[in-house]
């Protein structure tokens, strides 16, 4: 009897040992316990204890303990606007764009009143393109952490189109539409940031200027075409309504400083690398400057969204009279529920018309007044949203000047349409009229209709 006792438990420890499954369920302390009792129990002699004993599995290792992580963190997340992946106490996001659409211009066939020096209207019939529309795309890569007490930022956008280039004027060159030609890729950000919630923000690099920023991140045409210039060999951007209400921005290196937020208040100031006037040759000693202040806030219910920027800067060409480019602009955006309404007005001496200093001077070098406004409306139900605007840019003689083919007036009325398919895609269909005027009073306008889609993540 004894020995089939001893025959069963060595049976039954055996299995014990040999099972990983039994031998978690099991642990080895226990186990131990067990072959003592038998032991004491006279069941099994020394020589079988030992024996059995000696049958144990090893100790496993003990498990490391999980890394703990902090309460409401992820290794990898979705952020409100790009995707997030956090790597240690750096927080890694990408977002970016796409869009296309397909644009169908309208101009007037050329003819000895047509030609407009500055003029954004087509001149030469009608043609059809599959292009980009204001934005190119882009993919834009944030690093962020906090360092001691410190909010640190690396800020990187590259902005990429569909359409060939010749790539004879960088990125955004002429259109190339033919076989085996390809697109441009325009790094326009590399910035760096640091700042605290009581100190605000510095930002080193090439970023986006302070001077028309409001004027074109609150166009409804971003999202869009617009004035489509060049459509019968695309760029990798429209005009949207650049140079037909306001001047563009741009991406500019400087230093510049912030305020943080001061009851909806902030101020912005700082250099900046000062621009050549378009086309000419100049050593300029002095950095360019620009400010911008903006309100946000409510009353009742009518969000407001207000802003004043200014910029100046001394130019000095080689062997030319030198000029003091500067320029003011202000607006407003009152939105109630779904519908808001915008005003922005811009006027400037030695500003010039398009783009910063473009056609700021006269041949002598004296500097040319300019002035421009838009105004844009939306309401939004549901998934749909309506939109309209119309806006001037207008470029004065100087005294004396006489050049009957500049540029006097360039205008557009836009009508859009968007619809929200998803979070992430919005398809658009807009109408566009552009008219260009002369001071001698040549004359041309366009008419554009587009339909596409964009994508933000």
Do not use: C
Not at 130 to 151: A, E, I, M, S
């Amino acid at each position: 009897m004894k020995q089939a006792l001893a025959l069963g438990a060595i049976t039954a420890i055996g299995l014990l040992a040999a099972s990983p499954a039994m031998a978690q369920a099991a642990p080895q302390d226990a186990t131990a316990q067990l072959l003592l009792r038998l032991k004491e129990k006279g069941i099994l002699s020394d020589e079988e204890y030992a024996a059995l004993a000696r049958l144990q599995p090893a100790p496993a290792p003990a498990a490391a303990p999980a890394a703990a992580v902090p309460e409401g963190k992820r290794a990898v997340t979705v952020a409100k606007s790009g995707v997030g992946l956090e790597v240690g106490d750096v927080t890694l996001t990408f977002s970016g764009s796409i869009n296309g659409f397909y644009a169908y211009d309208s101009g007037t066939r050329p003819g000895a009143r047509t030609t407009v020096a500055g003029g954004l209207a087509t001149v030469g019939g009608s043609t059809s393109a599959v292009r980009n529309g204001l934005l190119p795309g882009f993919l834009k890569v944030d690093l962020t952490t906090r360092q001691g007490d410190w909010d640190i930022g690396a800020h990187f956008g590259l902005y990429p189109g569909i359409n060939s280039v010749t790539g004879a004027g960088g990125a955004n060159s002429g259109g190339n539409p033919q076989a085996l030609a390809t697109s441009g890729i325009d790094a326009r950000e590399t910035y760096l940031t640091f700042g605290k919630a009581n100190f605000g923000t510095v930002t080193i690099g090439r970023a986006i200027g302070l001077f028309g920023q409001d004027a074109i991140l609150n166009d409804i045409t971003l999202l869009s075409v617009g004035t489509a210039a060049g459509n019968s060999a695309p760029s990798n951007t429209t005009l949207g309504r650049i140079g037909v209400g306001y001047v563009y921005t741009d991406f500019q290196p400087q230093i510049t400083y912030s305020t943080p937020d001061l009851n909806g208040f902030k101020v912005a100031a700082g250099v900046f690398m000062p621009l050549n006037s378009f086309g000419a040759q100049e050593i300029n000693g002095t950095p360019g400057f620009q400010a911008r202040l903006a309100y946000d806030g409510k009353f009742g219910n009518v969000g407001v969204h207000a802003w004043l920027a200014g910029i100046t800067q001394d130019h000095r060409p080689v062997g030319g009279r030198g000029y003091t480019g500067r320029g003011l602009d202000f607006g407003t955006k009152l939105s109630v529920g779904g519908a808001s309404l915008l005003g922005y007005y811009y006027t400037g001496k030695g500003l010039g018309t398009t783009g910063l200093f473009i056609l700021a001077t006269d041949a002598a070098g004296n500097a040319r007044g300019s002035d421009g406004f838009y105004v844009q409306g939306t309401y939004t139900t549901g998934k749909v949203t309506l939109g309209a605007s119309y806006g001037e840019s207008r470029l004065d003689l100087t005294r004396g000047e006489v050049n009957p083919t500049l540029l006097k007036r360039n205008s557009s009325y836009v009508g859009q349409l968007r619809y929200g398919l998803t979070s992430w895609v919005t398809l658009i269909s807009e109408y566009t009229h552009t008219r260009s005027s002369a001071h001698g009073g040549n004359r041309a306008s366009s008419d554009t209709v587009a339909a596409g889609a964009i994508l933000f993540f």
